[in-house]
């Protein structure tokens, strides 16, 4: 039966009629939106020592502006078309690249967490190419791929990969033994026992590993573009032109901002939508604290 957390009230200790023990979504939602303001004043407390230091002299306002005046710069470029196209560049080849390298991962990781023989034949080559950064490999593709779309996506393909990859193999390990058994008893075969038993177990493991890719597939992204520097639109593309205009840098850290932001945009999405799709699994984690 699927767990359920309900929100309830105990007896209260003799002396304080009134106080109540809360538990269940109104205490997770509390602890969530505690974590919200101490993040929020975390971020107002940086941008604010950073406006002192940009507004005192501390350092050249060349070099660097103001936080407010990069602020404002950034929501001035939302409405820039320009700049929204470099956005939707970025975004492209995000996608695409995380989309290939989950189909490419998903069924490598669950093929070598359930045959051990395999798994062992390809660990060493597995842990040498895995440290590997893909901006390492941007003089090398380029080489090879001409193309700076191809070039993008595949590098993304190539780092983002991993984590997807390692996450799927260690968490068919940990798949509950007695639904195996139970499978097993149904004459369930090996492939059935990986799409209707290995699969939804992991699936919230395989989660968390697209949603770690994702940061990665993005740095990726607009480092390529930063280093090869042959498309027409991207965040990268936008940074290296605004760097080029040295009396209007809070133009550059509006850029690199915008990337910061959309990543920021991303993980909380990505994070909202596991926690849709795998309910009874947040509910068991928080149920066991």
Known sequence: MESSVVESEVDAPAGSPDDTVVTGPARQGRSRA????????GVLAFLVIWEIIGRAGIVDRTFLPPSSDVLWRLVTLFGDGGFLQ????????????????????????????????INSAV???????????GVALIPLALLVIPDQ???ERSLAVY??????????????????PVARDMAKCFGVGRLGMLTRVALPSVA???????????G?????????????????????????????????GDLLYAGVAAVGLLGFV???????????LFRWHYARQEGSR
């Open 123 to 133: 660990r060493v080559l597995v842990e040498f190419l895995r440290p590997i950064p």
């Open 266 to 276: 991303l993980d909380v999405l990505m994070r909202q939508g596991e926690r849709r």
């Open 216 to 248: 990665i597939a993005l740095i990726v992204i607009v480092s390529t573009e930063l280093i090869a520097g042959g498309g027409e639109h991207g965040l990268g593309m936008f940074i290296v032109n605004a760097s080029a205009d040295a009396e209007h």
């Open 159 to 176: 780092a983002s990969m991993w984590p997807i990859m390692i996450n799927a193999v260690y968490a068919v390990g940990e798949v509950d």
């Open 149 to 151: 779309a191809d070039l």
């Open 86 to 117: 470099d956005i939707a560049a970025t975004l492209m080849a995000w996608g695409s690249g995380l989309l290939i390298s989950t189909l490419i991962a998903v069924p490598a990781g669950l093929l070598l967490g359930s045959l051990p023989g």
């Open 204 to 214: 919230p493991f395989i989660a968390t590993g697209v949603r770690v890719a994702s």
């Open 34 to 41: 505690t974590r919200g303001v101490r993040g929020a004043i």
